[in-house]
């Protein structure tokens, strides 16, 4: 088991950049594949990033690629979201998810994270 935990979202204005941590407790951090995703009203649940295991690669949504870098600290058992250049289209409720013995053809899809947080509200005002 791991439980997962979000800070750092809020209101920025077009343009502004926000961070987005996520603090993990558990079993050993660097055995969990991690990434985030969000969820727009109305709208299904949509990957944003997710980061191998030693945090030497990040892949990204289309949607987000040049704008947005995650990271993690497998030390301080912690991944982080840095968003620059928001724009009103990323608002959305943002979850940090950890993948433990699932398949890696599911590493960009809902399906391939086991556990997740309770979600930070970014909110992009134009």
């Known amino acids: 088991q791991v439980q997962l935990v979000e800070s750092g979202g809020g209101l920025v204005q077009a343009g502004g950049s926000l961070r987005l941590s996520c603090a993990a407790s558990?079993?050993?951090?660097?055995?969990?594949?991690m990434g985030w995703f969000r969820q727009a009203p109305g709208k299904e649940r949509e990957f944003v990033a997710r980061?191998?295991?030693?945090?030497?690669?990040?892949y990204y949504a289309d949607s987000v690629k040049g704008r947005f870098t995650i990271s993690r600290d497998n030390a301080k058992n912690t991944v982080y979201l840095q968003m620059r250049s928001l724009k009103p289209e990323d608002t959305a409720v943002y979850y940090c998810?950890?993948?433990?013995?699932?398949?890696?053809?599911?590493?960009?899809?809902?399906?391939?994270?086991?556990?997740w947080g309770q979600g930070t509200q970014v909110t992009v005002s134009s």
């Open positions: 998810a950890a993948g433990f013995g699932m398949p890696t053809t599911q590493a960009m899809n809902v399906d391939g994270y086991n556990y």
């Open positions: 558990g079993r050993t951090f660097s055995n969990y594949r």
């Open positions: 980061i191998s295991y030693s945090g030497g690669r990040g």
